[in-house]
């Protein structure tokens, strides 16, 4: 009776404090469904939707079971289809964020490492640079590498102080639009590598150097291995957004030769008689950015049973 009486006053114990966490976890959930959920099934019905042939204007579509398949025919022909035009962009995207990845990461390790281990006392020192980027918006870091890359800019005059001819930087070129990307990302990927290694415990590092492995065989062996979480989740957290983004082409190239699958989607997306095509298009990319979120899922959890 008093074990029956203990496990009834526990239950009711329990009760106000999973509700204490429903309620303070209920706007949350409130505004995800108003800000995600609800533009999402926006985005269906229109993809689903069916095309107003006297005005060109799309018309959404807002019960499932009268949804078409139209315009998800039409976007699969462009990607995949004979004479595609989609298709060979997105394969440019790939390219053009692969390349960029690469480069973010060869550039990102080594910053974070050194803060990580070499910085000492002036790692908040350099904690304020890393983090000084975010303080200016997207859109004024790249005004400011227009401003380097014109004709005139501070890039040509150092190529001719080292006399180099000068180069039409945003006349087109796809390494402009990579470094783009990666002057616009690299902050992201810099603090979240420097928040992985600065979490490493020193002395695994000491017992490998205690081992007779040398500083290579030591970073190889144990460092790397050890922030293999921190490089699979800043990589995922800089790679998507450079899948989807359009506005880094869009000012330093804007043209054709180098259009990415965003420019592509933002142009449908602005012309009328396009949208539903845009909007699966972009349901299609948002489909294909799933992949490398299921898998670092799955990965974290495999890497957390492991640790466990």
Known sequence: MTAGGIRVRRRGQRQPHRLFWVVLAAPGILWLAILFVVPFYAVVAVAGGRLNLIFEQPVAVWNPFQWSSANLAKAWQDVAGAGASVGPIAVRTLVYVAIASVLCLAIAYPAAYFVARFAGHRKALFLVLLIAPFWISYMMRMLAWIDLLQTNGYVNKALGVLQLSPVNWLGGL???????????????????????????????IEAGRDLGLGRARTFIRVTLPLSRQAILTGMLITVLPMLGDYFTNQLLSGTTGTTMIGNVIDGQLQTPAFQAEGAVLSLMLLLALTIPMVYYVVATNRSSRSAA
């Not at 470094?179 to 020193?202: E, F, K, M, N, T």
Request: net charge negative.
């Open 174 to 204: 796809p390494a402009t639009v990579i470094l783009g990307l990666v002057y616009g990302y690299i902050p992201y990927l810099i603090l979240v590598l420097y928040a992985g290694l600065d979490r490493i415990d020193p002395a695994l």
